[in-house]
Every structure is written in C-alpha cells, then in structure tokens.
C-alpha cells in the first residue's frame, strides 16, 4: 500500500509565477489536509478537502491560494503570483473516511527567488 | 481559536535516559491528539496517538499521558537512543473533520 505521495518534491519559482502541488492520498483514504511548514517553525493548517468538496479552508489565505481534490486525479494546491513569503514545505496528509489519524507525505519545498 | 503549547523547546539527554515533551490545549472539545517525529529534511511520522477516552497509551518505550481535566497530555521516551533524535510535534484535533492544530515542536538531542 503506496503512502501518501507528493510532486514536486522541490519545487522553484520566480516572483509573480504560479506554483502547482500535487497529492495523491494512500489508497482507501478519501480526506486530504493541506498543511505549511515555514522553516525552523511547526504545522499550520490550510485546507481540508474530500472528493470534490472543500470542507474547511480557514487556514487559507484569502488571496492567490485555492485548492481542489477532483473525483478523478490528485489534490491540487496552487498558488498564484507567488511571493518570497510563500517559500515554505508544503505537505498534505490524508486520512480514511472514518478514521482521525493523519498520515503525511514527504512534502513539497516551494522556494521563491 | 485553538492552541497548542509545546515545551520544552529543546531538550538534551543522555543515551538510555528518559526523555517528556508536554504540551497543553485550550479547546476542551478536542477529543484525539497525536504525536509526530520529523527528522531534518522529512516529513512527519506518526509515532503514537491517543483518544479523550483513554488516560494513557504505551508503545514499546513510547508513551503518551492524557489530562482532559488539565487539558494537557505528554509523550514519554524511556532508553532514548541516538535515533531518537528529531522534533517531536504535539497536535490536537478540532472541529468536523479532526484537522490538527500543532505545538511548536520540541528540539531532542540523544546524546552518546
């Protein structure tokens, strides 16, 4: 049973570009959470998603990020116009339907030049 | 909104001792809490967890302790080797859909 798996795994852009990350969940799991990870700092919450549904985005900016887990393919965090600011891990985690446990993926670095 | 406090911040032990982390909560609503090991460069891994059901959990040298009354819960190494050395992050569930707000993390240094 294939983890949670994340592309790209390092990701580079220029200011004012836009960033796609991908997430695919472990099989079976049909809840994703998006989560950042500043450096040197802990977990913060984004988004929470299942098939085709955002269930909890608070954690989001309210500009230049959306996200979406369409019935087919993976979940998808895109960021758009992109600023130093935004250079972070990016990691998604995925749990099964009725389950609280979390399991992540190995991230993706967004660096920002 | 909920948070969570984390402390220690770093933390160093000598190989066999043991080592606690211990973090408090503030939405009495939380109900599951799990800790994650990071190593540099790595994703967070899942090392043991706990429910509001239960007072304590044990793992092989792993160990969590739960307060709801306190609203604080600990994870306990006991034999710290080398390897244990990492950040250890505390979380705590809220709200539909169990998404985790998470401690600042804990710096631990197994010393040889």
């Known amino acids: 049973n294939a983890g949670v798996m994340q592309n790209p795994r390092h990701l580079v852009r220029r200011r004012g570009q836009e960033a796609r990350l991908r997430c695919s969940p472990m099989?079976?799991?049909?809840?994703v959470y998006w989560y950042r990870q500043l450096p040197e700092e802990g977990l913060k919450f984004m988004v929470y998603l299942q098939k085709e549904n955002i269930i909890d985005e608070s954690g989001m900016p309210k500009e230049r990020f959306s996200a979406e887990f369409p019935k087919e393919g993976p979940s998808i965090l895109r960021i758009q116009q992109v600023v130093r600011g935004d250079s972070a891990a990016y990691f998604c985690?995925?749990?099964?339907?009725?389950?609280?446990?979390?399991?992540f993926g190995p991230g993706t670095r967004l660096t920002v030049t | 909104g909920e948070n969570v406090e984390q402390h220690p911040s770093t933390l160093s032990v000598q190989e066999g001792d043991s080592a606690v982390i211990k973090c408090t909560y503030s939405?009495?609503?939380?109900?599951?809490f799990p800790w994650y090991k990071q190593e540099l460069g790595k994703r967070p891994q899942l090392i043991i967890d706990?429910?509001?059901?239960?007072g304590e959990k044990k793992d092989q040298r792993i160990a969590v302790t739960l307060n709801k009354t306190a609203k604080h819960f600990s994870l306990h190494i006991t034999e710290t080797q080398p390897e244990d050395s990492a950040v250890y992050f505390c979380?705590?569930?809220?709200?539909?859909?169990?998404?985790?707000?998470f401690g600042a993390g804990t710096i631990l240094r197994v010393k040889s």
């Open positions: 099989k079976g799991h049909s809840h």
């Open positions: 706990i429910r509001s059901n239960v």
């Open positions: 939405d009495s609503a939380s109900n599951y």
């Open positions: 979380a705590a569930s809220i709200g539909y859909g169990n998404k985790l707000v």
């Open positions: 985690a995925s749990s099964p339907p009725a389950g609280a446990q979390q399991y």
